[in-house]
């Protein structure tokens, strides 16, 4: 999906941690109409395939 694309590449590239962190997305939005669950993570498709988890503090 073109949104989940758009919403991991600030993880992607090492500038937030999780798409929630990064200020300048509209994940915030499709969160707030519950598109999206807040801790969302996606997958970044990378070599050996790396899945990103980040567990509830």
Do not use: T
Request: aromatic content about 20%; some cysteine; proline content about 9%.
């Amino acid at each position: 999906m073109h949104l989940d694309y758009i919403h991991i590449n600030p993880v992607k590239h090492g500038y937030a941690a999780k798409p929630i962190d990064w200020p300048w997305s509209s994940f915030h939005r499709y969160v707030k109409n519950e598109c999206y669950e807040r801790d969302w993570c996606g997958r970044v498709d990378l070599p050996g395939q790396v899945e990103y988890y980040w567990p509830e503090e």
